[in-house]
């Protein structure tokens, strides 16, 4: 149910993104009486949800005075848990990290024993941030595996034994009594870098390209999960060798032939140590022909499914992530040969195709950034302040 603007929480998102800055502004976007607008915003000020940040360029007359979200209005704790080691951070209401951990605790070692960790560690984070428990607003929690976002379960992750329909929810809210959001590791990339390139593409695609492949998709500035949370699963489009039997038990599918874990077998045929996806970064970097070729026509066969992606969205913003995209110019280089030459014009008329600004940090910043949406949504805002 969409809310009124005319709400404080309505307000205050017309200030959160960018629509607003003053009271005349508020005002003019809502059609409210000015005495009401400066009612809900001192409201919003004594709360400390807004500041004052000095004064806009005056058009005659008394300048008028900015108001800001606060981004030290609170904290948000975020977790990218991945397959081999996780990520936590205590971040602001930019989603920007205050501090952080890394652990080396594998997914496989199961919920108890993960969630328990990162609930230590956020408590250590925080006393290292000068923050405390009552300072948290949301959590946000990103998952190696098929996440039904509404009830914050993982459902049949393929290697994650122990976490199939476990209540990450509720386990995290023995420690922490605010609200929980949990989804896949990737749609929190994509949100993450979305976050990070300043919103400005409505339509915007987030491909990882680790040891399988995926994809987040932003569509009308909003995360698109699909009817169950399963979309953007690109890793398993027929696309690549029928010959060979994907671990879902199809053949040709994208990611058993040009995902970084199959390079790395691959390679591993032809004589190469390569046991992971970094093993074949590590060989192209230091110019071997062999798994330079492999990784560029890795590339092609990724373009050419993405060519078919942005025939169907056309999204403006196409960011790479990934292992892989660490390989550096010529794997991109292949993936927008392959998109420009196979997309329609029309579709690739204002398309960008580029690496991962936030690397590594993509997860807890997508995590954070999911948790403050929630916390600060307007009807969120609203049910804190006791408006109906
Ligand atoms: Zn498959």
Partial sequence: MAVSSHTPGGLLKLIRDGAAATRADLAGLTGLARSTVSQRVDALLTDRLLIEAGEAPSSGGRPPTLLKFNQDAGVVLAADLGASHSRLAVSNLRAEPLATCRGQLPISAGPEAVLSWAVDEFAKLLADAGKAASDVKAIGVGLPGPVEHSTGRAISPPIMPGWDGYDVKARLAESFDVPVLV???????????WWASSNSADDFLYIKVGTGIGS????????HRGADGAAGDIGHIQAGDPSVVCRCGNPGCLEASSGGGALAQALASQGYDTAVTSDVVQLVRAGNPDAIRAVQEAGREIGSVLATIVNVLNPLD???GGDLADTGAEFLARIREVVYRR???????????????LGDNAGITGAAAMAIEHAFSPSAVNERAGVG
């Fill in 216 to 223: 987040g998709l932003i569509l009308g500035g909003h995360l």
């Fill in 183 to 193: 989804d896949n590791d990737v749609n929190i990339m994509a949100l993450g870098e």
């Fill in 343 to 357: 997309s329609t014009a029309l579709s690739t008329r204002q398309l960008s195709i580029r690496a991962s600004e």
């Fill in 318 to 320: 196409i960011v790479i």
